[in-house]
């Protein structure tokens, strides 16, 4: 009964390749966001969706591709991987003019 | 305009003392100011939050002083325990629209016995 799960939990890929990550949410949240923490414990937003509608889409590389098919789920898709991109993605939600927002457990990806 | 700036970076603390981390911002904008714990291995989670209207807020060990003139609010941890070595981040958010959390730097707490 897992409020925000991701997968996977790992990840390890080369350069190049082209990975997802999936999250999906059963609290009946209408907003899910994308953020990511570096090396250096940084969490950042990336990305946001309200009902399947992008809200907030920060200056990240367009190799990154968010996806909500329906409002319990947000895929981030990323093309072409760099070293760079190592960090640890984390999904969340909250409901629409709600305040506290629930993460997953996040996505570790390395990227060799 | 958009950060929100945090320290320490790491504290070392005995059992009992009152860590004590500090966070400033400079959007005036932000009127919802939350604290987040993070333990190796998980996602942050939700400690205590704060709205400007208030200066103080506890809840069990934690409070939350807040100062909206000095655009500056902490975390105070009363009787630590060892259990609540973790690092912390303040974040801050307009309540209106998406509600993006605009992360400090993250303080890395850690209660020795």
């Known amino acids: 009964d897992t409020a925000v799960s991701q997968t996977p939990k790992y990840l390890v890929t080369q350069m190049g390749n082209d990975k997802s990550i999936k999250c999906e949410q059963n609290?009946?949240?209408?907003?899910m966001y994308w953020y990511k923490q570096d090396s250096k414990k940084f969490l950042k937003i990336m990305f946001s969706?309200?009902?399947?509608?992008?809200?907030i889409n920060e200056t990240v590389p367009n190799r990154f591709s968010p996806k909500s098919p329906d409002k319990a789920h947000l895929n981030l898709h990323i093309n072409s991987l760099e070293l760079g991109d190592s960090a640890v993605y984390f999904c969340?939600?909250?409901?629409?003019?709600?305040?506290?927002?629930?993460f997953g457990q996040g996505t570790r990806l390395t990227v060799v | 305009q958009q950060q929100v700036k945090q320290s320490p970076q790491s504290l070392i603390v005995q059992k009992g003392g009152i860590p004590i981390i500090n966070c400033a911002y400079e959007?005036?904008?932000?009127?919802?100011f939350p604290w987040y714990q993070q333990f190796p291995g998980k996602g942050p989670a939700l400690l205590i939050a704060i709205r400007p209207d208030v200066s103080e807020k506890k809840e069990g060990r934690f409070t939350i002083s807040f100062n909206k003139s000095a655009k500056q609010f902490s975390l105070h941890i009363m009787d630590s325990q060892p259990g609540d070595s973790a690092t912390y981040f303040c974040a801050a958010s307009m309540i209106q629209g998406a509600q993006k959390l605009v992360f400090g730097q993250g303080t890395r707490l850690t209660i020795n016995p």
């Open positions: 609290l009946g949240h209408d907003t």
């Open positions: 969706y309200n009902n399947k509608e992008l809200i």
């Open positions: 969340a939600s909250k409901p629409w003019g709600g305040t506290e927002a629930f």
């Open positions: 959007n005036t904008a932000f009127d919802y």
